[in-house]
């Protein structure tokens, strides 16, 4: 009895073993290091990822905008009492608003009165400053004649320079903004004419070429029309596919054909799915060009395999024993089906369904060959209407050359960044609140 | 019974969702083609439908070949009303939209676009020629015997004793872009002409003539740095000794990080390229599907906008955005054709 413990600890404390042993503690060590060196780096790397976007982004969130008196003059306008009410729309629609807001700020600035100056004094402020000011008075006809005090948005050039993201202390030939018109925008900014408040365009519009108005409304609005689409076309077909091949199909060569064949289609790339879905949609069915529903029923086709694999896994987890007690009480299979195994698998698929929309959230290849790649200013209010998504958006800022639209892409990324995690920890919270465990 | 009844209710479903999405007449004008025009397009599409009580038309960035395709596919709503091209129409293309019934367009030539050698502000700027563009870029140059070999010049003093000693790098389009188009044939090819031996290859053989004189070097000195010009920009400010090749409306939106180099003594200065005195510029025009215009609400009214001196006249709000205005005469016929819907004819293709 004592002899082997005596002969097992004389060996381990021979000195060959001690060294061995070190050796094995040794590279245990390393081994250690090696995970948290590379989990580490795998965090520095998004760190600094997520750190750029969101120190170039944030600046996004916020807008200089300018404090004009808009004098609603009777000469640029016309007189709109004398119009019947009907023809006033299209009178204020007709007029030169450009000149309401040159007024504005010639009365601040009266030195400045050539042509040119005061073409780069009207460039201070938005092209947007001019419809503002038609629509407040399309809202209200009484304004003719009268001077309102308004904050219009600013010229992307103002905007940047008022952020500190273009400097001062270039000289004027490199600048986009002329001495005269910093003086000026300085004088403004003395009397506190300037300021810089949140963005409510950059969440309420859509696409624009002016970087100042360019919003993600009409790309938001755009992904989640496509997503219903995607969701609609996807789910139904992908869990009744699953249910199908898990519980009715019978184990033949035919479904282990199909089933290699859903692996594969999950692994596709997705501008297959693009042209497939331009040679569908629209080649044959007459589909309209970059409707969500085409793209929805193309990102719907990429997400079907995942969704049908996923569920496949969810259905296969349900304990058998559940199934055949169903049966043992007379349950027909659709009410197995029906009552007991979809229940029970249904947080697994929902999970799944949230990661393949998560994914069908992020694609761009695809809408590129529907024509979903395009400049878009009105936001789509129908399944139908032209639209564009929000990585899309992304891509299409990120090529523009105005400057101003770094920072609006990467807030375009935060925001699309901000859904991502949204789904991802809807898919986490579903699985923790349903799952079930046998 | 109950299974005909379930089959049944599938089918109507799926002809509910096909009925639904055809059922809509298009009152908004498409446009499609060049990224170079693109934002040009794109502007004049947002102040139209900010101005006028119709939709916004709808740009795409297809590329110019992409774009003539889609335009020449045929009439009807599911077709482009309107294409941008960064360079003229081909006649291939012009037999293409024919075979499709597409047989009255009208061409607009909208203005000029500047192709830049740009280097970063911290660069010293150089002077450069078209036939230094050629001796650092082609991929076969005449050696001093007159045979073609293999481009050797590894840096810029290779190529012309004037230019600085640094390693010949040039950031630019890949072949798949209008503007790689447009820079192997003009400033290449321009290059290559001021060597006598090559301009007679011309007269003997075209298709050796041209490539040689329009093959861009694949030793890795040019490189190819994808279709988005802010990325080269981006890698010229990290890169003093690099050259970008990009469109002029890049350069003007960036002056405080990189400065354009001269070519052939000229600046890439806006005078300069709408004097035509700048050797790398071309054209931009759009094409408009005149079919269309009794069908599509809104397409005469949008060329009205896009020829008005307001848009791509010489102060025009195009102007601010980087192109390059027509001269005077070339505007007033260009808005003439446009509002007279001039058919486009191919005796003038060269």
């Known amino acids: ?438 | 019974m109950r299974k005909g009844r379930c089959v049944g209710s599938v089918v109507v479903a799926a002809m509910m969702m096909l009925w639904a999405t055809s059922a809509t007449a298009r009152d908004q004008i498409r446009i499609v083609g060049s990224s170079t025009v693109y934002p040009f397009s794109t502007v004049v599409a947002e102040e139209f439908g900010r101005t006028t009580s119709f939709k916004t038309p709808i740009v795409e960035s297809t590329g110019t070949g992409g774009g003539m395709k889609l335009f020449c596919g045929g009439v009807g709503e599911d077709h482009a009303d309107i294409s941008n091209a960064s360079r003229r129409i081909k006649l291939s293309e012009v037999e293409l939209c024919a075979s499709n019934g597409v047989t009255d367009i009208t061409e607009v030539m909208i203005g000029f676009d500047g192709i830049v050698l740009a280097s970063s502000t911290k660069a010293k700027p150089t002077a450069l020629t078209l036939r230094h563009i050629f001796l650092a870029l082609a991929k076969e140059i005449p050696a001093p015997n007159g045979d073609l070999v293999p481009n050797p010049n590894q840096t810029w003093r290779d190529v012309d004793p004037s230019l600085p000693d640094v390693k010949i790098e040039v950031l630019g389009p890949p072949p798949t872009s209008g503007t790689r188009d447009a820079f192997n044939e003009l400033a290449l090819e321009g290059g290559c002409k001021t060597f006598p031996g090559l301009e007679a290859l011309k007269e003997v053989d075209k298709n050796a003539y041209r490539a040689t004189c329009r093959s861009v070097r694949e030793d890795g000195a040019y490189i190819e740095a994808g279709e988005n010009d802010n990325l080269i920009v981006q890698k010229l400010s990290a890169n003093p000794n690099a050259l970008g090749v990009f469109g002029y409306s890049f350069l003007d939106q960036n002056a405080d990080t990189v400065q354009g180099n001269t070519v052939d003594g000229v600046a890439p200065s806006f005078e300069n390229i709408a004097s035509g005195a700048y050797p790398i510029s071309r054209s931009l025009y759009i094409y408009i599907k005149n079919a269309h215009a009794t069908s599509i609400p809104g397409i005469r009214e949008f060329t009205a906008e896009f020829t008005s001196e307001k848009a791509y006249g010489e102060y025009g709000y195009l102007a601010d955005k980087g192109l390059i205005p027509a001269p005077k005469n070339q505007r007033d016929k260009y808005r003439a054709d446009a509002l007279g819907s001039k058919q486009l004819r191919l005796a003038a293709q060269d």
């Not at chain 1, 060996?11 to 995970?35: D, I, N, T, Y």
């Not at chain 1, 807001?101 to 100056?117: E, H, Q, T, Y």
């Not at chain 1, 309420?204 to 496509?226: C, N, Q």
């Not at chain 1, 007690?325 to 799944?352: C, E, K």
């Open chain 1, 1 to 438: 009895m004592t002899e082997p413990s005596v002969a097992s600890a004389s060996r381990w404390s021979s000195p060959a073993l001690q060294a061995r042993l070190r050796r094995r503690h040794r590279s245990e060590c390393v081994f250690r290091w090696v995970g948290i060196g590379a989990i580490a780096s795998a965090v520095a790397v998004l760190a600094l990822l997520l750190g750029s976007i969101a120190t170039n982004g944030v600046s996004a969130f916020r807008q200089t905008q300018v404090r004009l008196d808009i004098l609603f003059d009777r000469d640029v306008i016309g007189d709109l009492t004398a119009l019947p009410t009907v023809e006033r729309e299209d009178a204020i629609r007709r007029a030169d608003f450009g000149a309401l807001i040159r007024g504005a700020l010639s009365a601040r600035f009266p030195d400045v009165k050539s042509r040119s100056g005061v073409r780069a004094l009207q460039s201070l402020t938005s092209a947007g400053a001019r419809s503002q000011v038609r629509d407040m008075l399309l809202a209200d006809h009484n304004l003719v004649g009268r001077t309102v005090a308004t904050w219009v948005p600013a010229d992307d050039e103002v905007d940047l320079l008022q952020k500190g993201t273009t400097t001062r202390d270039l000289p004027e030939s490199a600048r986009r903004l002329t001495d005269a018109q910093i003086g000026w925008i300085d004088g403004l900014d003395d009397e506190g004419r300037i300021r810089t408040t949140f963005n409510t365009l950059f969440f309420t519009s859509g696409d624009s070429r002016e970087p100042e108005l360019a919003g993600i409304y009409g790309a938001v609005t755009g992904s989640f029309l496509t997503l219903i689409v995607t969701l609609a076309l996807a789910f139904p077909l992908g869990v009744a596919a699953a249910v199908h091949l898990e519980e009715f199909a019978p184990k033949s060569r035919w479904t282990t054909v199909i089933e290699v064949n859903i692996n594969n289609l999950a692994a596709v790339p997705s501008i297959v799915f693009g042209l497939l879905g331009l040679a569908v949609f629209l080649g044959f069915l007459h589909m309209p060009r970059s409707a969500p529903i085409v793209g929805g029923a193309t990102l719907g086709l990429m997400t079907l395999p995942t969704i049908i694999i996923v569920a496949r896994a969810a259905i296969r987890a349900v304990p058998p024993s559940i199934r055949e007690a169903a049966r043992g009480l007379g349950a027909s299979p659709l009410q197995v089906v029906a009552h007991h195994v979809l229940p029970l698998a249904m947080p697994g698929i929902l999970t799944g369904t949230i990661i393949g929309m998560a994914r069908a959230l992020g694609e761009t290849a695809p809408l590129l060959m529907i024509g979903m790649v395009a400049f878009i200013v009105d936001v789509p209010g129908s399944f139908t209407d032209a639209a564009t998504a929000l990585p899309v958006q992304v891509f299409l800022w990120a090529d523009s050359p105005e400057r101003g639209f770094i920072e609006k892409t990467s807030g375009a990324i935060l925001v699309l960044l901000a859904f991502l995690v949204l789904m991802n920890a809807a898919a986490i919270g579903l699985r923790q609140k349903l799952e079930t465990r046998w």
